[in-house]
């Protein structure tokens, strides 16, 4: 079960003072995990975990891609950006744990402070995307014209 913090972040779609003017798309993809002790959830979700991008497992995972967009704006100056658009695509792959009727209170205990952590844990990996958007549009936003418009593409996306 998601905590309360993570259901309100989720509706307010992960609202934090690092949050880039861009458009973020975020998805939670979970993966069922069983056991009725600690070391059976933990074996589960060393089974089960989703495969990073080296290649190892982990209990969760918090990829994300970024993608920008900018009209040209000719003038006499040449060709500068238009209004920066920022696109961040975020994927969240958490364990779900499926409580068996045998499971003690205490192991819910357990398992309710470990997933408010690891939550809080991949957030921050999703906080970076964030500030890295927010760094793109600025940067962008700031390249001067140039005298074409392929040069201008060719720094644009040298600069992202």
């Not at 959830?41 to 190892?56: E, F, H, L, Q, T």
């Not at 982990?58 to 950006?81: E, I, K």
């Not at 209004?83 to 309710?112: H, I, M």
């Amino acid at each position: 079960m998601l905590s309360s913090r993570w259901v309100l972040a989720a509706c307010l779609g992960f609202a934090s003072p690092l949050a880039a003017a861009a458009d973020v798309d975020e998805d939670i993809r979970y993966y069922a995990v069983t056991g009725e002790t600690p070391a059976e959830i933990w074996r589960d979700m060393r089974a089960k975990g989703p495969v990073g991008k080296d290649g190892s497992k982990y209990n969760a995972t918090t990829p994300w891609n970024l993608r920008w967009r900018y009209p040209y704006a000719r003038s006499a100056d040449g060709c500068a950006t238009g209004p920066v658009t920022v696109k961040l695509s975020v994927v969240y792959n958490l364990p779900r744990w499926d409580r068996p009727p045998g499971a003690s209170a205490t192991v819910a205990r357990q398992w309710d402070r470990y997933i408010e952590a690891l939550e809080e844990h991949e957030q921050g990996h999703a906080d970076f995307g964030r500030q890295t958007a927010d760094e793109i549009e600025r940067s962008l936003e700031a390249i001067p014209p140039q005298r074409t418009c392929e040069e201008l593409s060719r720094l644009a996306n040298d600069t992202g």
